[in-house]
């Protein structure tokens, strides 16, 4: 089982920052990518990044230039700065974690997705 915990979502003006959290916990033999998508009312879900095992970033084109993701050095909590927001980034924003688990002996691949934070930013 994995559990991931998600914090840092609230309420801020266009042009503000903010700094959302992810940790991941649980019977984790390694973790191969952890990021966050969003999904806003009315559209479709859309990456908004991502950071894998070699350290290899991907940011989704909406927030390039103006949100990081980075983690901690034990590799199970990752961070997105996120700034310059505008009002188009207002989203439910959603963490994963792509992981190989330990059950019962065997190794197997598992992707947990976190409850969601939102993210409001009023102009």
């Known amino acids: 089982q994995v559990d991931l915990v998600e914090s840092g979502g609230g309420l801020v003006q266009a042009g503000g920052s903010l700094r959302l959290s992810c940790e991941a916990s649980?019977?984790?033999?390694?973790?191969?990518?952890m990021g966050w998508y969003r999904q806003a009312p009315g559209r479709e879900r859309e990456l908004v990044a991502i950071?894998?095992?070699?350290?290899?970033?991907n940011y989704g084109d909406a927030v390039k230039g103006r949100f990081t993701i980075c983690r901690d050095n034990a590799g199970n909590t990752v961070f997105l700065q996120m700034n310059s927001l505008e009002v188009e980034d207002t989203a439910v924003y959603s963490c994963?974690?792509?992981?190989?688990?330990?059950?019962?002996?065997?190794?197997?691949?598992?992707?947990?997705w976190g409850q969601g934070t939102l993210v409001t930013v009023s102009s």
């Open positions: 994963y974690v792509d992981t190989t688990i330990v059950e019962a002996g065997d190794y197997r691949f598992l992707v947990v």
């Open positions: 649980g019977s984790i033999f390694s973790i191969n990518g």
């Open positions: 950071i894998r095992s070699g350290e290899t970033k």
